[in-house]
């Protein structure tokens, strides 16, 4: 989701995201792979994919002019992008079920925050996180975990949750995503 993103990108938007894993009232509810994660957090708070997603953009110094998606996407967003335009273009209903905006209505709001977020960009700050940062990955099940220790500087802290720790934001990130596809091989049997 992040790929490409440099320090040369002005801001960054969020478009048609959705609530972590375990959240309430989210539809679609997933971090990255539902049949392997079931929780991440990053220093001590769950994050969804949003919030993993925001240390490529505070690596390049990024900010995050415009979140879109649930509520819950909103309430999440409010972690990494408080000054962030934010839209609401769907309520949801459940997991799998929301009652979603006129698709007119819906690309209207999102212009029109998106022209707003365009303007103001340069007052916008990227996200902060208090460094060192630890990631931590709560899977389905113990075996994940296990494999996940094959990655150079992830530790196991419980017998379904490893963590990295560490100050340079994209490195997190890929450790993250090489974890995420190395887990999957356990699921996509």
Not at 9 to 20: L, R
Not at 70 to 88: F, K, R, S
Not at 118 to 142: D, H, N, S
Not at 160 to 168: D, F, I, L, S
Request: charged share 20%; proline share 3%; glycine share 6%.
């Amino acid at each position: 989701m992040m790929e490409g993103l440099d320090a040369s990108f002005a801001g960054a938007c969020f478009v048609s995201y959705h609530g972590s894993i375990g959240a309430e009232h989210a539809v679609l509810s997933h971090t990255y792979n539902p049949r392997a994660i079931w929780e991440v957090r990053i220093n001590g708070e769950v994050v969804g994919e949003s919030g993993i997603n925001a240390l490529v953009a505070a690596h390049y110094r990024v900010p995050i002019l415009l979140v879109s998606g649930d509520a819950a996407t909103i309430q999440e967003a409010q972690l990494i992008a408080p000054q962030a335009e934010h839209v609401v273009v769907k309520q949801s209903i459940g997991r799998f079920a929301a009652s979603h905006l006129h698709p007119e209505l819906a690309c209207e709001l999102l212009q029109a925050a998106a022209t707003r977020a365009a303007r103001g960009y340069t007052e916008m700050e990227f996200p902060q996180f208090k460094l060192p940062v630890t990631l931590e990955i709560t899977f389905l099940v113990a075996d994940m975990a296990e494999m996940a220790l094959w990655i150079r500087g992830v530790e196991r802290v419980a017998s379904r949750t490893v963590k990295v720790t560490g100050e340079n934001l994209l490195h997190l990130y890929r450790t993250f995503v090489t974890i995420v596809t190395l887990t999957r091989s356990l699921v996509d049997r």
